[in-house]
Every structure is written in C-alpha cells, then in structure tokens.
C-alpha cells in the first residue's frame, strides 16, 4: 500500500475509534483540558473529551459527598428526591449546566457553590459510575 493510504486509513481508523469510544459513553471530562472560561464549549461532545484522572474524579465524588448525595442517595441510584445518575444519556454539557443553573423545580443550582473546574469534577465523577 502506498504510504499516502496507508497514512489515510491510519486516520479513519483513529477517527473511527474515538468516535466509538465516545459512543460508549467512555469520554469523561479531564482536569487538565479544562479552563475556568468557556465550560459549555469544553463539554459540548463527550467524543472529544479525554478520560479523566483519579484526582479529578476522587474530587469530583467529594463534591457529590457534600451537595448531591442527599437527593441523588451515597452511592448515586437516585432516591423519592432524584435520579439515578449512571449512564446519563445526555452531553456533558447539559450535565454541567444541569449542576450550575438548576433545573426549575427540581433541582437547586450549584452557580455559587461551584466553579467550572469544581463542576468538571463532579461531572467526571458520574461518568465514571460503574
């Protein structure tokens, strides 16, 4: 095979296995790839997203210790008050929005409780429920 294809089919089957990987739902959020700015843009497709690191999700259970266990139950299968977060089958994105701005009637808001990075945590922390 010239090198050239060779060269091209190497990308297709990168591609081809980021974007099943993302379909798994593997992609947890990294720290590291996080800035305090532009949360939503970072979060917009799990298929871009790294696995996170054991800090960040020992952090982000920490912060589900502290503010979501009490409706979301310790081990996070969801109680009377809220559901169960395992698989989540919506973005990152919303995740992260969910956290931040509440959901009316619902759920209270994190906005001030938490900044990006904190609510990066707590994000890789529920894609890593097992």
């Known amino acids: 095979m010239p090198k050239s294809l060779e060269a091209k089919a190497l990308k ?3 591609l081809a296995a980021l974007l099943a990987l993302g379909s798994a739902g593997l992609g947890a959020i990294s720290l ?7 949360l939503a843009s970072k979060f917009a497709d799990n298929r871009f997203a790294t696995v996170a690191s054991p800090e960040s999700i020992e952090q982000g259970s920490r912060f589900y210790g502290m503010s979501c266990s009490h409706c979301h139950g310790d081990d996070a299968t969801g109680t009377d008050d809220g559901p169960d977060l395992h698989y989540l089958p919506i973005s990152n994105a919303h995740i992260a929005t969910s956290i931040k701005k509440g959901i009316q009637g619902q759920m209270p808001n994190f906005s001030r409780k938490y900044d990006d990075r904190q609510v990066a945590t707590i994000v890789s922390y529920l894609r890593s429920l097992r």
């Not at 590291?32 to 532009?38: A, E, F, N, P, Y």
């Open 12 to 14: 297709l089957a990168l």
């Open 32 to 38: 590291t790839t996080l800035s305090s700015s532009g």
